[in-house]
């Protein structure tokens, strides 16, 4: 069992930036990859950056050059620093890992921007 915990979520204006966390507990020596999706509303939820065990990174296009996603294997976080934020950006932010073939999901953090 893996729980995650997001957190950071906020309201910024456009241009602003945001850091969000997600803290992993439980059996955490199993995770390898973790990401972040989001979902707006009325929309599906959508990846947004993934990070490997080996620290390599994948990035939906529409956040390239804005985002960044990290981790602290020590500590068993995962963040995601928002740069130059749009109001498209705006979503329900969701931490995502995968162990043994469990899909395992925080609670999600609201990021609203505003124009």
């Known amino acids: 069992q893996v729980q995650l915990v997001e957190s950071g979520g906020g309201l910024v204006q456009a241009g602003g930036s945001l850091r969000l966390s997600c803290a992993a507990s439980?059996?955490?020596?199993?995770?390898?990859?973790m990401s972040w999706y989001r979902q707006a509303p009325g929309k599906q939820r959508e990846l947004v950056a993934r990070?490997?065990?080996?620290?390599?990174?994948t990035y939906a296009d529409s956040v390239k050059g804005r985002f960044t996603i990290s981790r602290d294997n020590a500590k068993n976080t995962v963040d995601l620093q928002m740069n130059s934020l749009k109001p498209e950006d705006t979503a329900v932010y969701y931490c995502?890992?995968?162990?043994?073939?469990?899909?395992?999901w925080g609670q999600g953090t609201q990021v609203t921007v505003s124009s």
């Open positions: 439980g059996s955490t020596v199993s995770i390898s990859t």
């Open positions: 995502k890992t995968v162990v043994v073939g469990h899909m395992y």
């Open positions: 990070i490997f065990s080996g620290g390599s990174t």
